[in-house]
């Protein structure tokens, strides 16, 4: 139950700082003469790989945390990772977004996941 909360404030309180992120920085997306997607918000940092280093990241640590046997941690661990990389390079990609907003992103989820996960155990 407990992970359940966790999910439920870490991820949208993580997007809401991502929102507040991208009105603070007011970045245009990269334009393309013939774009495979075109969008019109900002680009910096991106939401997808936020979004995805969030969900993910707390979706490992309920694995770490049940789970005794240190091959099955490595492995949440290398599967999360692989995920919001599979994230990042489908939205570059897209061309929607530059290497420094997957970056930006990703440095942002892994901050506000440490910040929940360990702020309740202090």
Partial sequence: MDWLIGIGLT???????????????HRARPSFDDPL???TTYSFPSGHVAGATLFYGVMAAVVISRTAAWRWRVMAVLAAITMVALVALTRMYLGVHYLSDVLAAFAEGVAWLTLCLTGPHT
């Fill in 37 to 39: 997607l075109a969008l």
């Fill in 11 to 25: 991820v949208p309180l993580g997007m809401l700082l991502n929102v507040l992120m991208k009105y603070a920085f």
